[in-house]
């Protein structure tokens, strides 16, 4: 049965072959994202396979944009079934130099270090992963109240349980959105609405690929103590990620399941390091 699902963060790496992935499962799909020409590329792409989708600029930090961007989905593909909130990302001005206190971060001022990390950029980083969770739940699941076999995904991180060094905000607001994702699930689950998160390990992506590879493309000294701490010994790619999503969201297969966050890390959860 077709359904509409909106995507927020849909015109990255991963939410954009989640998208590409349910429009040719039949579902008609709404790509949302703060750049509309990456989420109308997406858009064009899916289209020209055959599928239906419509690309919207889209602000998940301003509810009363996310309003305005709801009113254009009814009109153009009907009520939401399913909202993946995908939007989320990290900021420089939040990413400390040293992975560990060093002596004198305490006075540093040419390179961020925890005492100077920069407060409007850990707040900027914590709402966009909370809020952007948050503020288009409380628009979209309008749409589902009444309704049976409507649900909410959510985009956790495997930060949410293993903090990484660098990225305080980040990694609290990863962990805020899997501890929202169990609370939305409690508060609607007698409305039929279930809602659960899936935790991506380390895949590349736009937003963490300087992190992961110098200018000459080669692995940082990063990757080299991630794929130590990874089983398997690799980045996942973002098509391992969709029978987990396929699973979550189709109400025949886990129809049961809900307020949970699923890891898909290569085994990077298990491992102790020894």
């Not at 040419?110 to 900027?124: P, R, S």
């Not at 200018?215 to 790619?237: D, N, V, W, Y």
Request: charged content about 20%; proline content about 3%; glycine content about 10%.
């Amino acid at each position: 049965m077709s359904k509409v699902i909106v995507v927020t963060g849909a015109g990255g790496v991963l939410c954009s072959g989640f998208a590409e992935h349910l429009a040719k499962a039949g579902h008609k799909v709404a790509l949302l994202d703060l750049n509309e020409q990456a989420a109308q590329a997406v858009a064009d792409r899916i289209n020209a396979a055959g599928g239906v989708a419509k690309a919207y600029a889209c602000n998940v930090l301003d509810k009363e944009c996310i309003e305005g961007v709801h009113q254009k989905v009814l009109a153009d593909l009907g009520k939401c079934d399913i909202l993946i909130n995908g939007a989320g990302g990290n900021n420089p001005k939040c990413t400390t130099a040293h992975e560990e206190y060093e002596a004198g971060d305490e006075s540093a001022t040419d390179f961020l270090t925890f005492f100077n990390i920069d407060e409007k950029g850990f707040n900027f980083v914590f709402d966009l992963n909370l809020k952007g969770v948050l503020l288009p739940s409380q628009v979209f699941m309008t749409d589902m109240l009444g309704r049976e076999g409507c649900c909410v995904l959510n985009v956790s991180s495997m930060n949410a349980y293993r903090p990484l060094t660098k990225i305080p905000a980040y990694s609290a607001a990863k962990a805020a959105v899997t501890n929202f994702t169990s609370w939305l699930a409690v508060h609607f689950a007698k409305q039929g609405i279930r809602v659960n998160a899936i935790a991506p390990g380390f895949f590349v992506s736009n937003q963490n690929r300087a992190l992961l590879f110098d200018a000459e493309g080669k692995p940082t000294a990063r990757t080299e103590k991630i794929l130590r701490s990874t089983p398997m010994g690799r980045f996942g790619e973002a098509e391992e990620l969709l029978g987990t999503v396929d699973w979550l969201l189709d109400e025949t297969k886990s129809g049961f399941v809900t307020g949970i966050t699923v890891p898909v890390d290569g085994g990077f959860s298990a491992y102790s390091g020894v």
